[in-house]
């Protein structure tokens, strides 16, 4: 006798965790290559697949992604290859459509103080300990030298906001839906490592 299959509830359940895995972890789960494949097949899964390919045109419309995908895109603006800078931008995407649980939701108060101290705070050298001393746990991580941090609210027309780091060495941060350049505010140290 067959085993009953699993539901479309139980389909969207696994993709919605793996797509979290996989944003946190982007090396380890083979890269934007897969957060394409993990999105298409939710969007498929949603009946959203027109939504997917407005997020997609928009991307190419902020110049966030482009030949070489978002990963030269984030390669240029940072000045070296960041998988984990990569996936922020798809978390953005993921955060906008609901496929994304944060790790914390900053209050509005929280999250306006974020927006409002970002990028003053470049004009200066940072550790990851000032932004964790001043923000507090972020809403989103990544948890290698790679570093990203990430300060949203419960309301996904909220935008995100991204720290940007090596090591311990806050490079910039990133945010708005403008163009994808201007987005980035760079500490000293990370206007010297673009070169």
């Known amino acids: ?24 972890r982007p090396s380890a789960y083979g890269g934007e290559v897969s957060l394409i494949l993990l ?12 939504q997917r390919e407005e997020e997609l045109a928009a991307l190419q419309a902020r110049e966030a992604s482009g030949a070489a995908m978002v990963i030269g895109r ?12 990569m996936a922020s931008v798809y ?3 993921a955060y906008r ?14 999250y306006e103080h974020v927006r409002q ?13 000032d932004l964790l001393a ?14 990203c941090l990430g300060y949203g609210t419960a309301n996904p027309a ?5 720290f940007h780091l090596k090591g311990s060495v806050l490079l910039a941060t990133r945010f708005g839906d403008g163009d994808f350049f201007a987005g980035f505010t760079y500490t000293p140290a990370g206007k010297a490592l673009r070169g």
Not at 1 to 24: K, S, W
Not at 74 to 85: E, P, Y
Not at 97 to 110: N, Y
């Open 39 to 50: 999105f298409r097949v939710l969007a498929f899964t949603d009946c959203r697949e027109q």
């Open 117 to 129: 101290t970002a990028r003053p705070w470049c004009a200066e050298d940072r550790q990851l300990s």
């Open 158 to 162: 909220d935008p995100l906001v991204f």
């Open 74 to 85: 984030v390669t240029a603006a940072l000045g070296s290859r960041d998988t984990n800078a």
């Open 97 to 110: 459509q609901g496929w994304l649980s944060l790790d914390r939701a900053l209050p509005p108060d929280e």
């Open 134 to 147: 001043e923000f507090g746990e972020p809403s989103v991580r990544w948890p290698t030298s790679e570093g």
């Open 1 to 24: 006798m067959n085993a009953p299959g699993r539901t479309v509830d139980d389909v969207r359940a696994y993709l919605l965790d793996q797509i979290g895995r996989a944003l946190r």
């Open 91 to 93: 978390t953005e995407a």
